[in-house]
Nanobody, 118 residues
Framework: VQLQAFGGGLVQAGGSLRLSCAAS????????MGWFRQAPGKEREFVAV????????YYTGSVKGRFTVSRDNAKNTVYLQMNSLKPEDTAVYYC????????????WGQGTLVTVSS
C-alpha cells in the first residue's frame, strides 16, 4: 500500500494551495481518508476526514470554512483545498487511510510541507 501526498509549497498568507494524495495497493473506496499535520515542535494533529460511504466530511475547528476535503474514488485520490492560509497553517501535511472507525489509521503517506509566509 502506498499513499503519496504532494502539492505543498511556499505561499503567502491569504493564499491557497491544493494538496493531493494518491493511493495505490488498496481498495480506496472502502477507506476513510484523513488529513493530518505536524507543525515544527508540535504534535501531529487531525485536520480533516472524508468518509467512504456518503462522503461526509469533518474538520478541526481552526480550518473550518477555509479547508475543503474531497475525494475521487475513480482516481484513488483525496484532496485538501486550503484557502485563506495563515502562518499557523505551516506544517507537514500527511494523508492517511482508515478501514474501520477507531483511534488509529492503517496507512500513512510521507507528508508534504506547506509553508505560509506572513
Amino acid at each position: 500500500v502506498q499513499l503519496q501526498a504532494f502539492g505543498g509549497g511556499l505561499v503567502q498568507a491569504g493564499g491557497s494551495l491544493r494538496l493531493s494524495c494518491a493511493a495505490s495497493g488498496l481498495t480506496f473506496s472502502i477507506y476513510r481518508m484523513g488529513w493530518f499535520r505536524q507543525a515544527p515542535g508540535k504534535e501531529r494533529e487531525f485536520v480533516a476526514v472524508i468518509l467512504r460511504s456518503n462522503g461526509s466530511t469533518y474538520y478541526t475547528g481552526s480550518v473550518k470554512g477555509r479547508f475543503t476535503v474531497s475525494r475521487d474514488n475513480a482516481k484513488n485520490t483525496v484532496y485538501l483545498q486550503m484557502n485563506s492560509l495563515k502562518p499557523e497553517d505551516t506544517a507537514v501535511y500527511y494523508c492517511a487511510a482508515q478501514k474501520r472507525v477507531g483511534p488509529d489509521y492503517d496507512y500513512w503517506g510521507q507528508g508534504t510541507l506547506v509553508t505560509v509566509s506572513s
